[in-house]
């Protein structure tokens, strides 16, 4: 499928044809609908190198800003190219309440450098989240996370070459110049064992601590009333 954008009659039909794509509001992987073009006499008095478009996502109704590079200018057409730039990409969402504060602010600023495609400066914060991390476990508290990283591995079932580049950034302990450069799907793993290891050792106690207590708490109210009744 091309995108021709035409003097006379606009963007041509073949944009009809919609696109899939998770939505930066809604988080539903959904259809996106053309909403808002470029003018075109506009487009072809400035020649421009990038066009952007507007869709609307089918399940919240969101604008979605697109933006696609031009592939070439003919007399009458514009022709586009199909791969686009998300603009506004979906935030990864965690139970950040649970971490400890200084970790809970490096790993906030490790999604947003991962949520804009920034996948080396996601590995270099992930490092310093995950040493910070270490700290506030206190004595032993990098061996314990690398063992639930390690057991992460093998659900998994990552063999140990794509593993080793993941275990160097979280566990390294080199220079941030040293660390490996990662690609889009190293730094989809790390995203997930990163997250798997925060829960494991912060989100998972905090939850079931806070729930034992509220269950403490029923337990001792409802002994009271039986006691005074
Ligand atoms: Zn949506």
Excluded: W
């Amino acid at each position: 499928m091309t995108i021709v954008l035409d003097k006379d009659r606009g963007i041509e039909s073949e944009l009809e044809e919609r696109i899939g794509l998770e939505c930066p509001y809604c988080g539903v992987f959904a259809h996106m609908s053309p909403q808002a073009f470029p003018d075109a006499a506009a487009v072809f008095r400035d020649k421009p190198k990038h066009v952007g478009l507007v869709y609307q996502c089918d399940a919240c109704h969101a604008p979605v800003f697109l933006r696609f590079a031009v592939r070439e200018y003919s007399e009458n057409r514009v022709e586009l190219f199909r791969n686009f730039v998300e603009l506004e990409r979906p935030k990864e969402r965690f139970a950040f309440s649970y971490l400890p504060e200084h970790t809970e602010v490096l790993f906030r600023e490790a999604l947003s450098c991962y949520s804009a495609n920034n996948f080396n400066a996601f590995a270099s914060m992930c490092r310093r989240a995950a040493k910070g991390s270490f700290e506030a476990l206190g004595e032993g508290g990098k061996l314990r996370a690398f063992e639930e990283v390690m057991v992460a591995q093998e659900i998994a079932g990552i063999n140990d070459d794509t593993f080793a580049p993941i275990k160097n950034v979280l566990f390294g302990t080199g220079q941030y110049e040293d660390l490996p450069l990662l690609n889009r799907a190293q730094a989809g793993i790390l995203l997930e064992v990163l997250k798997d290891m925060f829960y494991q050792c912060f989100v998972r106690h905090g939850k079931l601590s806070r729930a034992i207590k509220v269950r403490r708490f029923f337990v001792s109210e409802n002994s009271g009333k039986r006691q005074s009744a």
